[in-house]
């Protein structure tokens, strides 16, 4: 079970989007539609914006929004925010009741 | 609305087991069909699921840290607890204690507790 793969960084201004990769392969990613996306402020605690690859829970932004195609899921951020920016983590189901986390990605909104 | 508290001490002795405890407050561990999760987060490093309960009592695990970890519910303190047993340096980190309304995903999240793993 290795975890999911992020981009390190990405960046963006305000106004515009921009899209987190994460890719796994077809045991966990591509495998199931059980996908979830974290928002994580520096010292604070994950907050769920994103589960079951496209899902928003009560009270996230329609500016979040979520997608796969194969072994590949997105997270999409339009009308980007300086409140946007902080760490971002996919996670997937992995089978025999797991999952397993991407390893991050930093959004800087310049 | 649900509330999660995570307690238990900030130092632990190389080998010794790790106990933590999360509190759940405005509602019941045991309504509703809800499992309850341990995420740990290195400091400067990326999220790592530990394992759940759900409220049958039935447990899951990570695979690499099955052998050392156990968790275990008390609804008469509507609290579920962490223990991982001979601990490293490597153990070092933020546990986090939620809340799964499904096996996939967690909407709920403790503020996390530092444990930090020294002689």
């Known amino acids: 079970q290795s975890a999911l793969t992020q981009p390190a960084s990405v960046s963006g201004s305000p106004g515009q989007s921009i899209t987190i990769s994460c890719t796994g392969t077809?045991?966990?990613?591509?495998?199931?539609?059980?996908v979830s996306w974290y928002q994580q402020h520096p010292g604070k605690a994950p907050k769920l914006m994103i589960y079951?690859?496209?899902k928003r829970p009560s009270g996230v932004s329609n500016r979040f929004s979520g997608s796969k195609s194969g072994n590949t899921a997105s997270l999409t951020i339009s009308g980007l925010q300086a409140e946007d920016e902080a760490d971002y983590y996919c996670?997937?189901?992995?089978?025999?009741?797991?999952?397993?986390f991407g390893g991050g990605t930093k959004l800087t909104v310049l | 609305q649900v509330q999660l508290q995570e307690s238990g001490p900030g130092l632990v002795k190389p080998s010794q087991t790790l106990s933590l405890t999360c509190t759940v407050s405005?509602?019941?561990?045991?309504?509703?069909?809800?499992?309850w999760s341990w995420i740990r987060q290195p400091a400067g490093k990326g999220l790592e699921w530990i394992g759940r309960i759900y409220t049958s009592g039935s447990t899951n695990y990570n695979p690499s840290l099955k052998s050392r970890v156990t968790i275990s519910v008390d609804t008469s303190k509507n609290q579920f607890s962490l223990k991982l047993s001979s601990v490293t340096a490597a153990d070092t980190a933020v546990y986090y204690c939620?809340?799964?309304?499904?096996?996939?995903?967690?909407?709920?999240w403790g503020k996390g507790t530092t444990v930090t793993v020294s002689s």
């Open positions: 079951d690859v496209s």
């Open positions: 077809s045991s966990d990613v591509g495998g199931y539609n059980y």
């Open positions: 405005g509602g019941s561990i045991s309504s509703g069909s809800y499992y």
């Open positions: 939620a809340r799964a309304p499904r096996e996939r995903y967690m909407d709920v």
């Open positions: 996670c997937s189901y992995a089978g025999s009741s797991t999952v397993v």
